[in-house]
């Protein structure tokens, strides 16, 4: 079970990735403020909130870095 949810979290921490780097790049090209800047963000934070609920103890170590 746990190498399972190690594979999960992986696979999610990939994706969040992927989706940050396009968020980053469409903001390059459009602007912070264009409409499809917050559309990709609304995507990441999906792909964030699905993250810490795989594993509710990110949120703890997230709030101690920041």
Do not use: T, W
């Amino acid at each position: 079970m746990k190498k399972e949810k190690e594979f999960v979290m992986k696979k999610i921490e990939c994706k969040i990735e992927i989706l940050r780097q396009r968020m980053h790049a469409i903001a390059l090209e459009k602007g912070m403020s264009h409409p499809d800047v917050l559309k990709a963000s609304k995507i990441l934070d999906e792909a964030l909130n699905q993250f810490y609920s795989v594993n509710p103890y990110n949120v703890y170590l997230l709030k101690k870095v920041i």
